[in-house]
């Protein structure tokens, strides 16, 4: 049984590729067109350093010290030119994909369904043949062309691939070129283009307790993670705290709370910043982080927001004397 190894690299391009039983990781990737930087292919220069964020592998015991101490196999640090994958596995790579001489990949699909959830987020579908190998790690996003136009915006996938089929919840932005498009042309069956994946944001390996802290259309990477987690499970507690402007903002509801039905271990709960907010729950995210959801440090916090959300929570987490074990977090913020 071949593995499937994701390749992120420096400027957030993925690749995917396959390995067969007991192939070295830097063999399967060189046969598929990555030219993961290599030089004496011994484990002895240390050149073929990358990190294994995920999966499981052996590395053999023919390198030496200089190439890999023990203390960085241990963290997670590979030597490509003696690592044999021994399940699926995401490897970072200190290099650009331009440098291993591969790139991001383009394919095209037709919207299969486009539905205006509120005056402030459209989630869009798109679905075909070509996209039944498009492979990426929950949490990362894509290029989308904007139809008629040769310009393109970054979207976060709000769902797993399903037999060549993929959603995206989209921040609607009053004359935005893309949120024009979709609310006022799209229509089934109109032909768009994606390039990628992309991006550093995505789930890793659940070691201990998530907290995911979502700001408005910030949701979509944690609706996709969260399938990705309801189909593998998750022995640790997973929560959500989903913060939005407007009651009007709040969208996808329905689809939490199916995924609380399917994750034993998963919570979530819902805020809404307006005054006026007729919600349960008001203020911002911060306001509704409990002490058990960061377990005395012992948290891997994921934060999908616009800046200022991203500010606060890390002023938050300082103020509380707070250090996550990880903290990955992504930025968005609309087009001009
Ligand atoms: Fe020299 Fe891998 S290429 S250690």
Same mark, same amino acid.
């Given at each position: 049984?071949?593995?499937?190894?994701?390749?992120?690299?420096?400027?957030?391009?993925?690749?995917?590729?396959?390995?067969?039983?007991?192939?070295?990781?830097?063999?399967?990737?060189?046969?598929?067109?990555?030219?993961?930087?290599?030089?004496?292919?011994?484990?002895?220069?240390?050149?073929?350093?990358?990190?294994?964020?995920?999966?499981?592998?052996?590395?053999?015991?023919?390198?030496?010290?200089?190439?890999?101490?023990?203390?960085?196999?241990?963290?997670?640090?590979?030597?490509?030119?003696?690592?044999?994958?021994?399940?699926?596995?995401?490897?970072?790579?200190?290099?650009?994909?331009?440098?291993?001489?591969?790139?991001?990949?383009?394919?095209?699909?037709?919207?299969?369904? /486009?539905?205006?959830? *509120?005056? @402030?987020?459209?989630?869009?579908?798109? =679905?075909?043949?070509?996209? $039944?190998?498009?492979? +990426? !790690?929950?949490?990362?996003?894509?290029?989308?062309? /904007?139809?008629?136009? *040769?310009? @393109?915006?970054?979207?976060?996938?709000? =769902?797993?691939?399903?037999? $060549?089929?993929?959603? +995206? !919840?989209?921040?609607?932005?009053?004359?935005?070129?893309?949120?024009?498009?979709?609310?006022?042309?799209?229509?089934?069956?109109?032909?768009?283009?994606?390039? $990628?994946?992309?991006?550093?944001?995505?789930?890793?390996?659940?070691?201990?307790?998530?907290?995911?802290?979502?700001?408005?259309?910030?949701?979509?990477?944690?609706?996709?993670?969260?399938?990705?987690?309801?189909?593998?499970?998750?022995?640790?507690?997973?929560?959500?705290?989903?913060?939005?402007?407007?009651?009007?903002?709040?969208?996808?509801?329905?689809?939490?709370?199916?995924?609380?039905?399917?994750?034993?271990?998963?919570?979530?709960?819902?805020?809404?910043?307006?005054?006026?907010?007729?919600?349960?729950?008001?203020?911002?995210?911060?306001?509704?982080?409990?002490?058990?959801?960061?377990?005395?440090?012992?948290?891997?916090?994921?934060?999908?927001?616009?800046?200022?959300?991203?500010?606060?929570?890390?002023?938050?987490?300082?103020?509380?004397?707070?250090?996550?074990?990880?903290?990955?977090?992504?930025?968005?913020?609309?087009?001009?």
């Amino acid at each position: 049984m071949t593995h499937t190894i994701a390749f992120n690299f420096e400027d957030g391009v993925t690749r995917f590729i396959d390995a067969n039983p007991g192939e070295v990781v830097a063999d399967a990737a060189y046969r598929q067109g990555i030219n993961i930087p290599l030089d004496c292919r011994d484990g002895a220069c240390g050149t073929c350093k990358c990190f294994a964020e995920s999966g499981k592998y052996s590395l053999g015991d023919e390198y030496i010290d200089d190439a890999l101490t023990a203390e960085e196999a241990e963290q997670g640090f590979v030597l490509t030119c003696q690592m044999r994958a021994e399940s699926n596995c995401v490897v970072r790579v200190p290099a650009s994909s331009e440098v291993c001489r591969t790139q991001k990949a383009s394919f095209d699909g037709a919207i299969s369904d /486009v539905q205006v959830l *509120s005056d @402030s987020a459209i989630r869009l579908s798109i =679905s075909g043949e070509g996209l $039944g190998s498009l492979a +990426f !790690l929950p949490g990362q996003y894509v290029n989308l062309q /904007v139809p008629g136009s *040769s310009e @393109s915006r970054a979207y976060s996938f709000s =769902s797993l691939q399903q037999d $060549g089929q993929v959603s +995206f !919840l989209i921040r609607y932005v009053p004359g935005g070129l893309m949120s024009t498009y979709l609310k006022d042309h799209a229509a089934a069956g109109q032909g768009i283009s994606l390039t $990628g994946p992309l991006g550093s944001f995505y789930l890793r390996d659940i070691k201990r307790p998530l907290l995911m802290l979502a700001g408005g259309t910030g949701l979509a990477p944690f609706l996709a993670m969260l399938e990705k987690i309801a189909e593998a499970g998750s022995d640790y507690p997973v929560h959500l705290i989903y913060g939005v402007s407007h009651d009007f903002d709040l969208v996808e509801m329905d689809k939490l709370e199916t995924l609380a039905q399917r994750i034993p271990n998963f919570s979530y709960s819902a805020c809404v910043a307006a005054a006026e907010s007729q919600h349960p729950k008001k203020g911002f995210v911060t306001q509704h982080i409990e002490p058990a959801h960061l377990n005395e440090g012992e948290v891997d916090i994921y934060l999908c927001g616009p800046p200022p959300m991203v500010e606060a929570v890390s002023l938050n987490l300082r103020e509380r004397g707070t250090q996550p074990a990880n903290f990955y977090f992504e930025k968005f913020a609309a087009s001009a």
